[in-house]
């Protein structure tokens, strides 16, 4: 099924909406969704509905809809279904190292498609890629499209460079504080808490320096380990995401042992 | 630490190993390795190594490397230590669809830095490659590269195309019987069993059909799921095999909870 994502409040049910720009140009000009066909409708804000597509100038005249003719190049739908989705529990924070090059991007594609919440960059003693370099804008837009493509009901959102040790203590506005877990070869498997917000620090390739490492468990932040070997960054990034929302969904649905929530 | 691998049994502590062809050629030429500098030694098989790049020529007399100076473009070295590591457990064996183009080789290279045993394409009835083009030579050299990347001392292998309904029982030579499980959107989290060998089946981006996985499921495959969304091939079966690799390790260090291994 296409999926549309716009940037505002989903109409009620039996209400038009309409798509411009390049959602419709892509709906109408390279999907070909035609009159009948349905499509999803997203606002990467947790709404999430089913929209069909009703005939170019058929807009019912019992709904807010124009009934003139629509533009060329706008995608009119009646919205047939309409729910609100909550966010990922655990939210997963990642502030990682950037990788070279396209893979800033693969990084940001797949911290999407597994579920995180936020991705920051950075500023490590080894990291190579200057962080002025990130572009935010572009990364945000690979965000939109991963979205899109796995059904995310809610937008990654992306944040401005971090150094690493402001890492374990900077707060996320309107979000509580979170458990702050640094990723580290060799250190015990990653075990779930309960916690409702965890922050993951990620190195680079050349890994932290100890008192780097040092420094942040200081602050609080408890090493952890995600696999037998040494992954890339956006490898690591990943499946780290991706291993903490496991274990930790893993822990509140085991009978008895925690509260469905707790943070 | 650069690492090189060889296609041998590795030489004892204080033995000189050749390493020749294209290794050599980026050991000397791309990473400017010079006597004295150590380098780390893979055979692929679980044995590991640390050797010292010795003088061009100036092997010893008490050991069995040839006294002449060596030819051009290879690379001598003295072995200082050695050990031999297991395989990962629990072995997971990836059967999966096959992504379009270069993405076939994302899924093998972040196969291997995760730690999956073995991988497979997998025919299924939405598939969209044709399984006769898949490159395995191709695969199996950036499943060696990322070996070295990553410093698994056991390389991932691959195998050739199995269809759905041989993958539950299809049997791995010198390999006990697997678990097996099917990725499935929406089925419950992956629990794990203590099983000593998971097979794990990854289907197209169009998803199973229902038919599908219900043969599955008679065939003895457990629906798993890994994750809140919807995602790519080579991040499924990424993402996948380390949730796997690490729910099996967190339960055999549990304490009290399972044996270490069970099969």
Same mark, same amino acid.
């Given at each position: ?122 500023? %490590?003693?080894? #990291? +190579? =890629?200057? *962080? ?12 939109? $499209?991963? @979205? ?44 779930? %808490?309960?916690? #409702? +917000? =965890?922050? *993951? ?12 490492? $040092?420094? @942040? ?47």
């Amino acid at each position: 099924v296409h999926r549309v994502l716009i940037d505002a409040k989903l109409p009620g049910v039996g209400e038009i909406v309409a798509v411009e720009g390049e959602e419709a140009h892509h709906a109408l000009r390279v999907k070909r969704l035609r009159p009948g066909d349905h499509f999803e409708l997203l606002n990467g804000r947790g709404e999430v509905g089913v929209a069909r597509v009703i005939d170019h100038g058929g807009a019912r005249a019992d709904t807010a809809a124009p009934r003139r003719r629509p533009r060329a190049g706008v995608l009119l739908g009646e919205l047939e279904q309409r729910t609100g989705v909550d966010p990922v529990v655990p939210r997963v924070e990642i502030f990682s190292a950037v990788p070279k090059g396209s893979r800033a991007d693969d990084l940001v594609d797949q911290l999407a498609q597994v579920g995180a919440a936020l991705w920051r960059p950075l500023s %490590t003693r080894h #990291g +190579v =890629v200057d *962080l002025r370099s990130v572009r935010l804008d572009r990364l945000a837009r690979i965000a939109r $499209e991963a @979205a899109k493509q796995s059904g995310r009901p809610w937008l990654m959102d992306l944040g401005g460079p971090v150094p690493l040790d402001q890492a374990p203590t900077i707060q996320t506005e309107g979000q509580p504080r979170p458990a702050v877990v640094i990723a580290h070869p060799g250190a015990p498997c990653y075990r779930p %808490t309960g916690a #409702g +917000v =965890v922050r *993951l620090l990620i190195g680079p390739e050349a890994g932290f320096s100890p008192d780097e490492v $040092e420094s @942040a468990v200081r602050a609080g932040a408890t090493p952890a380990g995600f696999g037998p070997h040494v992954m890339r960054i956006e490898t690591a990034a990943a499946v780290a995401a991706a291993i903490i929302i496991h274990a930790e969904q893993t822990l509140r649905t085991a009978p008895g042992v925690l509260p469905h929530t707790a943070d």
